[in-house]
């Protein structure tokens, strides 16, 4: 029954980026995060939004062996045509 889990974790996760990509003609994280007194949305938001550090999620101790290392050196280069 595992497996089943992962393919409805696997739909959900589509779904949702189904959704994403349709309605706001996106394919990453919207940053909706604002800072400071002019309520900028800093470029730290990639990292993570609301105080969170995305690269420092772990799986749980029996899930760590699905975990990748952190590449520093990786980037992305995305563009949206998103009107907000």
């Keep these: 029954h595992c ?19 349709i309605r706001y003609d996106a394919c990453d994280e919207n940053s909706w995060d604002r800072v400071g007194d002019k309520k900028m949305y800093p470029i730290a938001n990639a990292c ?11 799986c749980k101790e029996d899930e760590r ?3 990748c290392e952190v590449d520093i050196n990786m980037s992305i280069n995305a563009v949206t045509h998103a009107k907000w």
């Design 48 to 58: 993570g939004q609301l105080g969170q550090s995305y690269q420092d999620y772990h």
């Design 65 to 67: 062996f699905m975990e």
């Design 3 to 21: 497996h089943m889990y992962g393919l409805v974790n696997v739909a959900a996760f589509l779904a949702q980026a189904m959704k994403e990509t």
